[in-house]
């Protein structure tokens, strides 16, 4: 079976600091796995995909996410935080059977402190 | 511009009624997904389409029908046999091929039970 654990439900940042949101993965297969973004009340956003080809993945607004097989990891960072970047993260696995299937984690909580 | 909507934004019900969710998409996606959300919680699938006239039972399909006579079209009902059906639902399309995994969201549909 394929699933997702975000590791935490809720991440505190000051504006201009790191982010690192953590994913853990198992997967039988090779994994196909997604970050998406909702911001409140609002529908989700791919911000990036893994599927194999370079280990580190970059997405949109300067985040990136690093698969790490070793690790079975796969962790959202980004640089530095901007007060936009508050809203709720997924990780996401893709099902390999013939649904083809999103499987979500929990999600994590991002608030950013001016 | 393409993308998905979703109607109404808000939707209010009894208890004993039967309501119907609307989602639209104009990205020629064959693939169409109905989620639900709860606070804390990831997504759940309700129902899931793969190609007009035809569709499948997700995670926690009890109390909820749809139908896809179009493409473009896949509305969910919330039975009066769901009984717990205040949340937040979300519709999602997405095309096959490479791209597979990457679906796009509705703004949404928040439903109050009153």
């Known amino acids: 079976a394929q699933s997702v654990t975000q590791l935490d439900s809720h991440v505190s940042v000051s504006e201009g600091t790191p982010v690192l949101l953590r994913c853990n993965y198992s997967?039988?297969?090779?994994?196909?796995l997604f970050w998406y973004v909702q911001h409140p009340n609002k529908g989700l956003q791919l911000l990036l995909k893994y599927t194999s080809a370079a280990t580190l993945v970059k997405g949109i607004n300067g985040f990136e996410a690093e698969f790490k097989k070793s690790e079975t990891s796969f962790h959202l960072t980004k640089p530095s935080a901007h007060m936009s970047d508050a809203a709720e993260y997924f990780c996401?696995?893709?099902?390999?059977?013939?649904?083809?299937?999103?499987?979500f984690g929990s999600g994590t909580r991002l608030l950013v402190r001016p | 511009d393409g993308g998905i909507t979703q109607s109404p934004k808000y939707l209010f019900r009894k208890e004993g009624q039967n309501v119907t969710l609307s989602c639209e998409q104009n990205?020629?996606?064959?693939?169409m997904y109905w989620y639900r959300q709860d606070p804390g919680q990831g997504l759940r699938l309700i129902y899931y389409?793969?190609?007009?006239?035809?569709?499948q039972k997700g995670d926690i399909a009890e109390g909820y029908s749809v139908s896809r006579e179009k493409k473009e079209s896949f509305p969910l009902t919330v039975t009066s046999a769901q009984k717990n059906p205040t949340a937040f639902y979300l519709c999602?399309?997405?095309?096959?091929?490479?791209?597979?995994?990457?679906?796009?969201f509705g703004p949404g549909t928040r439903l109050t039970v009153l």
């Open positions: 389409s793969q190609i007009v006239n035809d569709f």
């Open positions: 997967s039988s297969y090779s994994p196909s």
């Open positions: 996401v696995v893709l099902r390999m059977d013939s649904s083809y299937k999103l499987i």
């Open positions: 999602a399309s997405t095309t096959t091929g490479e791209r597979l995994g990457e679906q796009f």
């Open positions: 990205l020629n996606h064959d693939a």
